[in-house]
């Protein structure tokens, strides 16, 4: 079976053909993400305005370079949120107008349910074992489910206010190393760090508290607040330290949910899935305990169109019950535990 997918939340616009779920034909992608870099974040007219000069190109030229007619494809899968509502439209819009074109469904794809999956388009399909911890950690959300099966999903714990990722750009702008996606940047300087002389400075918060939720506003804030107080300081010792700070609570809260759910394996998901010191930590950690970790390829942690074709082939009962597609639309404030159809 083959699914075309689309994504466009925010400021990548992405198409690919993925074959039953798991293997990729074409995928394609563009971003506006050096604009947003200029402006110290995400315009969203400036990313919309963007995602109408990009996505028919993109659609284009996933098809040329798949060199699949679209009457071998059997639905287009599109990310319906969350996300930038101007940036989400078009997208959608899109995938209504190849339904149409084409004569084929459209199967909505909540971006969160979409990080899973680069999980199981990269090859470990038939290897990830349900019940699984999964970690989704992005630029927005941070959320731990428990994933009983596909399409089956039990929200145990959240952020109560930052996103991860969030807590990565603002320290990152206010280190001045990066005005945007500052996650990557922290994360090359910080390995640069030798001598970790900040060990134990900074908070790491609610990780004793007994609950799978997080927070990471007040640790922003303490470095925010060291940084000021200490002018001086060496910036890869406090990227370093910061970064150690968020693995520590990430990696303990998806060891202590996996045991208590007794998963079988441990998903990472999202923008951050990224970050090597989470990748190797949680690893180790979750080897002493005997689960084996999977975590996407690094091109498939960030935003494509890849894994959204891939949730569409494992989540939709699409075969079943086509929609209206009048009925499918832009949803910005899904969250992962949100039903898209
Ligand atoms: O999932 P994503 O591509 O976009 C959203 O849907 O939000 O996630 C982007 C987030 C940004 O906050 C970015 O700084 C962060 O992922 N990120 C990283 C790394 N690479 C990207 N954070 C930490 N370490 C990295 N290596
Ligand atoms: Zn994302």
Redesign the pocket.
């Known amino acids: 079976m083959l699914l075309f997918g689309i994504e466009s939340?925010?400021d990548e616009t992405a198409a690919a053909i993925v074959e039953d779920g798991v293997r990729e034909i074409a995928d394609v992608l563009a971003t506006s993400a050096k604009l947003h870099e200029l402006t110290g974040g995400v315009v969203p007219e400036v990313a919309a305005r963007k995602q109408v000069e990009f996505i028919v190109p993109v659609i284009a030229a996933c098809l040329a370079k798949a060199n699949v007619s679209p009457d071998k494809i059997d639905a287009i899968a599109v990310t319906v949120g969350p996300g930038l509502v101007g940036s989400l439209v078009v997208g959608v819009e899109a995938a209504k107008a190849l339904a149409v074109a084409w004569n084929k469904p459209v199967i909505p794809v909540n971006?969160l349910v979409g990080?899973i999956y680069g999980n199981f388009v990269s090859g470990n399909a038939s290897a990830i074992v349900f019940p699984a911890v999964v970690l989704i950690v992005?630029?927005?959300h941070t959320d731990l489910v428990l994933m009983r099966g596909h399409g089956d999903l039990e929200y145990i714990g959240g952020t109560v206010d930052d996103a991860a990722?969030?807590a990565?750009?603002k320290v990152a702008r206010l280190l001045n190393i990066s005005r945007y996606?500052?996650?990557?940047a922290?994360?090359n300087l910080a390995a640069t760090c030798k001598n970790n002389t900040l060990q134990g400075k900074f908070p790491r918060p609610m990780l004793h508290d007994n609950t799978f939720d997080f927070s990471f506003s007040g640790l922003k804030t303490a470095v925010k607040n060291f940084v000021e107080q200490n002018p001086l300081a060496d910036t890869a010792a406090v990227a370093r330290e910061f970064e150690t700070a968020v693995v520590d609570v990430l990696v303990a809260k998806t060891i202590a949910a996996a045991k208590k759910y007794n998963a079988m394996s441990i998903l990472l998901a999202?923008?951050?899935a990224?970050?090597?010191p989470l990748r190797t930590r949680l690893n180790l950690d979750a080897q002493n305990i005997g689960i084996p970790v999977f975590v996407p390829p690094l091109r498939l942690?960030?935003?494509n169109a890849v894994y959204i074709a891939s949730a569409a082939f494992f989540t939709s009962d699409f075969h079943n019950t086509p929609r209206l597609l009048s009925e499918i639309k832009a949803n910005p404030s899904l969250g992962v535990m949100d039903r898209v159809y």
């Open positions: 939340s925010c971006h990080h992005s630029g927005g990722g969030e990565f750009d996606f500052g996650g990557a922290i994360s999202g923008g951050v990224a970050n090597t942690c960030s935003d």
